[in-house]
């Protein structure tokens, strides 16, 4: 599989869509994301700090995270935040962030420990952790802005065994791939592709949120009146770290502004993939409309939902009779398993996060 646009110093890229939906496990090319160069890391020189609001601090091999623990595997998207910004910017206003298209997402197999265990074995203590936080964090190289990179999340999700955060050692049945954290990241299904920080050296109990920058001052759904980086200084400590990602759909085939020739039939296939919001999963229905949303139409789920697997995308098509024209529009929306439905109604954001309005495709040339 090609890789393709937003590349630059550090590596951040994403494949095409029409090639990320060709496979329900998307095991080529996936989207990486990188606030600073990626570490080469030898798996036996590695260990974790497992440290903070805990009765026994310890530090771990990657061979003792094997060895010492259950192994689970889940099946999980992990999405960057900034996943469909170019949608935002393009329909909405200019946005600050890389420009991510519709494929800053991934649908793999994860392994590992549960994080819970690994928790439980370091002794949480037990006094006044309302509001806590697990952070994790990789000193293994500096990123843009800070020397180190890390993030965090509620403590009660680490502990809950339903949310499967896990200590990935490997993606797809092999050791993780050196880009996407060798030899060791956290997994947080549902939340953020940010907080699932790769390279993990140290992972933390604490009472407040991570401080690293990309928790505190980025990765968040400023509201609309942060308008640029000055205005929205007032809103980062009024604003939650975003963790749940929204429900949501995109169209991957066909492409704004392709050229449709229609068959006889009048008929044409529409192609995409859908994301449950947070734990919601997984999505039960996805709907197309050719008429601005008035009416929708049920497309086809082809796999995902049928896997009991809350945390996986769906892909799916449909089948759909359009009119010859200029400018003809296309748009899809999902409803999860907790009866979350995409609205279409997305908000603006500075940083561009979080888009969720419908998936679409416009100004198709149908003749
Ligand atoms: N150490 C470290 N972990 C990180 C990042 C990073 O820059 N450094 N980027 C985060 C972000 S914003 C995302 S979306 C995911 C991307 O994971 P991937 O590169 O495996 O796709 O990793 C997260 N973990
Ligand atoms: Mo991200």
């Given at each position: 599989m090609q890789l393709d646009h937003s590349v630059e110093e550090p590596l951040n890229r994403e494949p095409p869509v029409g090639d990320l939906v060709s496979?329900?496990?998307?095991?080529?090319?996936n989207y990486e994301r990188n606030h600073g160069p990626i570490p080469h890391i030898a798996a036996k020189d590695h260990s974790v700090k497992v440290n903070g609001l805990v009765d026994r601090p310890f530090k771990i091999s990657i061979e003792q995270f094997r060895s010492r623990y259950t192994q689970h595997e889940i099946i999980s998207a992990l999405q960057c935040a900034g996943n469909r910004r170019h949608t935002m910017r393009t329909l909405l206003k200019e946005v600050d962030g890389?420009?991510?298209?519709?494929?800053?997402v991934m649908n793999c197999k994860w392994r590992g420990p549960k994080l819970k265990d690994v928790l439980h074995d370091a002794g949480i203590k037990t006094h006044d952790l309302k509001g806590a936080h697990v952070a994790f964090a990789c000193h293994k190289t500096h990123v843009q802005g800070s020397d180190w990179y890390g993030g965090s999340i509620e403590l009660d999700r680490a502990l809950r065994d339903s949310a499967d955060v896990l200590v990935a050692l490997e993606m797809n049945g092999k050791p993780l791939p050196v880009n996407h954290g060798f030899p060791v990241r956290i997994i947080v299904p549902g939340v953020s592709g940010c907080r699932s920080v790769k390279w993990v050296d140290e992972i933390t109990v604490q009472s407040e949120e991570s401080r690293n920058l990309y928790q505190r001052y980025d990765y968040k759904r400023l509201p609309?009146?942060?308008?640029?980086k000055e205005s929205a200084k007032q809103y980062w400590d009024i604003t939650p770290a975003l963790q749940d990602m929204p429900i949501n759909s995109v169209i991957a085939e066909p492409r704004n502004g392709d050229l449709i020739r229609l068959p006889p039939s009048g008929l044409i296939e529409l192609k995409g993939y859908a994301l449950p919001q947070g734990d919601q999963g997984p999505v039960v229905l996805v709907e197309c409309s050719i008429d601005e949303g008035r009416t929708w139409e049920a497309a086809e789920i082809?796999?995902?939902?049928?896997?009991?697997?809350?945390w996986c995308w769906v892909l799916w098509k449909a089948t759909v009779r359009l009119q010859t024209g200029k400018k003809r529009r296309v748009l899809s929306r999902a409803t999860d398993a907790g009866g979350n439905?995409?609205?279409?109604r997305p908000v603006w954001n500075l940083r561009g996060v979080?888009?969720?309005g419908y998936g679409e495709s416009r100004d198709l040339n149908v003749v």
């Open positions: 496979s329900f496990f998307t095991i080529a090319g890389l420009d991510w298209g519709d494929g800053a609309p009146e942060a308008t640029d082809l796999s995902g939902n049928d896997l009991k697997a809350k439905v995409q609205t279409g979080g888009y969720d």
